[in-house]
């Protein structure tokens, strides 16, 4: 059933600048904003 | 549900499967002695937008403390030898290179999940996921696998991760069950 939806990396790549917000639906849960969460970006955005 | 058939995403980069990231807190892990019991999905997503919002939202490897393990696997398969899908697996493990500092594991990383979601592997079916594990001594990425008795589908995913990581070093497959019965003690099954 693979195979229809192949990306190249290179093509993937063209994807990471646009979308730096959190991903719809994100549940920021207490034991992943400690250790796994950028905090950075989580002041960049105002959380 | 197939994540071409959601249609709030039509203009958005359907991926060929749904992938769940999976976080194991090293601090759980001192807390609850049960191994696995910290282990918890982080996100599940469809698309390549998706993947990249979360992948710009949390920290690399090098950033995460030692102990973590952070996980990638195709939604429905937990990352446990216990997962009926990858109860008869196995994994293909890579070490970046020490000299490479630490940002040879976020590239190791990084084109792993690339060559993963993109379906750039021949084999793809075969794959359950892909996790980095955080260690002082080394660090490490692994690939499971799902069907260790099949060598060609094994080495040919072995032979395209290296290509993909770009990789001199030998990588060696380890067989779950063998790891489970021989602990330490285990061999590689194959080696590319």
Redesign the interface.
């Known amino acids: 059933?693979?195979?229809?939806?192949?990306?190249?990396?290179d093509?993937?790549?063209t994807?990471?600048e646009?979308?730096?917000?959190?991903?719809?639906n994100?549940e920021i849960?207490h034991?992943?904003a400690e250790?796994?969460?950028?905090k950075d970006?989580?002041f960049a955005d105002g959380m | 549900e197939k994540p071409a058939d959601r249609p709030a995403e039509v203009k958005k980069h359907p991926l060929e499967h749904s992938w769940t990231f999976w976080f194991d807190n090293p601090n759980g892990k001192q807390k609850q002695a049960t191994w696995g019991s910290s282990l918890r999905p982080v996100y599940t997503f469809h698309t390549v937008e998706e993947f990249w919002c979360l992948y710009n939202n949390v920290l690399q490897p090098s950033k995460l403390i030692a102990g973590a393990d952070f996980h990638c696997f195709k939604a429905g398969i937990e990352p446990k030898w216990e997962d009926p899908k990858c109860a008869y697996g196995g994994k293909w493990t890579a070490s970046p290179p020490r000299s490479g500092g630490k940002a040879a594991l976020d590239t190791y990383w990084l084109h792993t999940l690339l060559a993963m979601i993109g379906e750039q592997f021949e084999e793809g079916d075969e794959i359950c996921g892909a996790v980095v594990s955080v260690r002082r001594a080394q660090d490490k990425i692994a690939i499971w696998t799902k069907t260790a008795s099949n060598e060609a589908a094994q080495v040919s995913i072995g032979k395209q991760w290296k290509d993909v990581l770009d990789y001199n070093e030998k990588l060696g497959y380890l067989v779950h069950e063998d790891a489970k019965r021989q602990d330490k003690g285990a061999k590689n099954r194959y080696n590319v």
């Open positions: 059933d693979s195979g229809d939806r192949k990306y190249t990396r093509f993937l790549l994807f990471r646009p979308n730096r917000e959190f991903p719809p994100f849960r034991d992943i250790l796994l969460l950028d970006r989580l």
